[in-house]
């Protein structure tokens, strides 16, 4: 098993910033990807960014340019710098690590940490 324990979310005006951190703990040599999905009030959980073992990142067209999400080995943590940020960036923040094992893939999750972005 792995745990995931998210910080750093908080109230923040637009144009603001805010980094998000996401330590991991257990077995986590099982994980080949972390990432950070939000889910704002009635809507479905997105995924707005996400890096591989190897560095590799992407993230949403919503966040590019604004949002940079990081990796400690050493520290078994997960960043997300969150620049600029604007009122639709609200809702609740959730580190994901993702595992596959030959066809086989899932997700563990943290608790959630809320953001709130006020106009």
């Known amino acids: 098993q792995v745990q995931l324990v998210e910080s750093g979310g908080g109230l923040v005006q637009a144009g603001g910033s805010l980094r998000l951190s996401c330590v991991a703990s257990?077995?986590?040599?099982?994980?080949?990807?972390m990432g950070w999905y939000r889910q704002a009030p009635g809507k479905q959980r997105e995924q707005v960014a996400a890096i591989t073992s190897g560095g590799s990142t992407n993230y949403a067209d919503s966040v590019k340019g604004r949002f940079t999400i990081s990796r400690d080995n050493a520290k078994n943590t997960v960043y997300l710098q969150m620049n600029s940020l604007k009122p639709e960036d609200t809702g609740v923040y959730y580190c994901n690590g993702r595992w596959r094992a030959l066809a086989a893939v899932g997700d563990y999750w943290g608790q959630g940490t809320q953001v709130t972005v006020s106009s």
């Open positions: 257990g077995r986590i040599f099982s994980i080949n990807a």
